[in-house]
C-alpha cells in the first residue's frame, strides 16, 4: 500500500449522471494529484494542488470539477461526461510539488 | 513542452535474462527522471528514479543510467523474475525548486517468462 487510497475502484455512469471520484492520503503530504490514464496514451496530468490550492489545471474540460477541501483529500466531481472520458483516473501526492508522486490504485471509470 | 518516448512498447524476456527499456526526453533542462511500476489493478509504484548530477544509479537487481548528452536514460533489470512482469513508465520533468511537472512515456508492457 503506498498510503493513498481510492474511491470507487469502479464506476459506471451514464452521460446525464453526476458522481465524485474521492482520493485520501495518509501521507502528510501537501500536494495532490488527479491523472487520466487511457489505453496506448501517456498518463495525462489534469489539476495539481498544493496546500488546498490549485496551481495546474490542464486544459481539462469543465465537466470535470475538483476539489480540495484540505491537504489530505481530493475529489473529482463528475457531470455529462462523454463516452471517450472512460479511463483510469489515478490520483497521486507527494510531500512538495517538487518530491516524489506516490500514486493510488485509481477509479476504472466506464462512461456509457 | 517535454515530450517523452518510450521503447518499446512490449517487451517478452525468459525468465534470469535482462531487461532494458529506452526512453528519450526533448528539454534539455528536465533534470529528474523517475521509473515506475505498475502492476494489473493497481497505480503506479515508483522503483527507481535519478537526477540530472548523476550518470547512473543501482538498487539490487534494477539500474538506472543517464545520458544527458543525448537526451536519453534507460532502464536495466537483470535477472529477471516472473514478478518483474508489468507495465513500466519512464517520466521526465524539470525541477525549479517550486513546481515540476511529470511527463510520462507511453509505457512498456514487460512480460517474463518461465
Known amino acids: 500500500e503506498t498510503g493513498v487510497t481510492q474511491t470507487p475502484r469502479h464506476l459506471v455512469m451514464g452521460m446525464t449522471n453526476k458522481k465524485s471520484l474521492k482520493c485520501e492520503q495518509h501521507l502528510g503530504h501537501n500536494a495532490m494529484y488527479w491523472y487520466k490514464q487511457s489505453a496506448k496514451k501517456p498518463l495525462e496530468l489534469m489539476f495539481v494542488?498544493?496546500?488546498?490550492?490549485?496551481?495546474e489545471n490542464n486544459s481539462v474540460p469543465s465537466r470535470f470539477s475538483p476539489e480540495c477541501p484540505n491537504s489530505s483529500h481530493l475529489f473529482l466531481h463528475l457531470h455529462t461526461l462523454q463516452p471517450e472520458d472512460s479511463a483510469l483516473y489515478l490520483c497521486a501526492s507527494s510531500r512538495g510539488l517538487t518530491d516524489t508522486q506516490y500514486f493510488g490504485p485509481g477509479t476504472r471509470l466506464t462512461v456509457l | 513542452g517535454e515530450n517523452v518516448e518510450q521503447h518499446p512498447s512490449t517487451l517478452s524476456v525468459q525468465e534470469g535474462d535482462s531487461a532494458v527499456i529506452k526512453c528519450t526526453y526533448s528539454d534539455s533542462a528536465s533534470n529528474y527522471f523517475p521509473w515506475y511500476k505498475q502492476e494489473l489493478g493497481k497505480g503506479p509504484q515508483l522503483i527507481i528514479d535519478?537526477?540530472?548530477?548523476?550518470g547512473e544509479k543501482k538498487d539490487q537487481r534494477i539500474a538506472v543510467t543517464l545520458n544527458k548528452t543525448a537526451k536519453h536514460f534507460s532502464l536495466h533489470i537483470t535477472e529477471t523474475q516472473p514478478e518483474d512482469s508489468a507495465v513500466y513508465f519512464c517520466?521526465?520533468?524539470?525541477?525549479?525548486?517550486?513546481?515540476?511537472?511529470?511527463?510520462f512515456g507511453t509505457g512498456t508492457r514487460l512480460q517474463v517468462t518461465l
Open positions: 494542488y498544493n496546500f488546498k490550492e490549485q496551481t
Open positions: 535519478i537526477r540530472s548530477n548523476v
Open positions: 517520466a521526465a520533468s524539470r525541477n525549479t525548486g517550486t513546481a515540476s511537472k511529470l511527463t
